[in-house]
C-alpha cells in the first residue's frame, strides 16, 4: 500500500533552516507529482510545494518563494523540502503528498512532521 513517511521537522530559531524528507513506498513514485502542504495551528490546509514526476518544473505558495527549495530523488523515491531564513509564520505541520493531478486534496497523504519556528 501507499506510504508517506515525513522526517526532518524540529525546533529551529527564526532565520534558520531545515530539510524535510519525505521517503515513499507501495507505488510507482516517478509517475506521481509530489507535493508539499502545510497546516499551522488554527488554520486550514496551505498548499507549500510542487514538483512534477522528472523533477521539474516546479511550483511555490508566494509566502515561500524564494526560501523554499523541493527536490525530489526518483532513484530513492524521495522528495524533500530545503526551507531557509524561517519565519515563526512557517511553524505548521508539514505534510508530503502524492497525487496524479493538480487535486492534492485527493492524493495520498503521510502523517507528516512538526516544524516550530520560536527564539
Known amino acids: 500500500q501507499v506510504q508517506l513517511v515525513e522526517s526532518g521537522g524540529g525546533l529551529v530559531q527564526p532565520g534558520g533552516s531545515l530539510r524535510l524528507s519525505c521517503a515513499a513506498s507501495?507505488?510507482?513514485?516517478?509517475?506521481?507529482?509530489m507535493y508539499w502542504v502545510r497546516q499551522a495551528p488554527g488554520k486550514g490546509l496551505e498548499w507549500v510545494s510542487i514538483?512534477?514526476?522528472?523533477?521539474?518544473?516546479?511550483g511555490y505558495a508566494d509566502s515561500v518563494k524564494g526560501r523554499f527549495t523541493i527536490g525530489r530523488i526518483n532513484a530513492k523515491n524521495t522528495v524533500y523540502l530545503q526551507m531557509n531564513s524561517l519565519k515563526p509564520e512557517d511553524t505548521a505541520v508539514y505534510y508530503c503528498?502524492?497525487?496524479?493531478?493538480?487535486?492534492?486534496?485527493?492524493?495520498?497523504w503521510g502523517r507528516g512532521t512538526q516544524v516550530t519556528v520560536s527564539s
Open positions: 507501495g507505488f510507482t513514485f516517478s509517475s506521481y507529482w
Open positions: 514538483i512534477n514526476t522528472g523533477g521539474g518544473p516546479t
Open positions: 503528498v502524492a497525487a496524479s493531478s493538480y487535486n492534492w486534496k485527493a492524493g495520498s
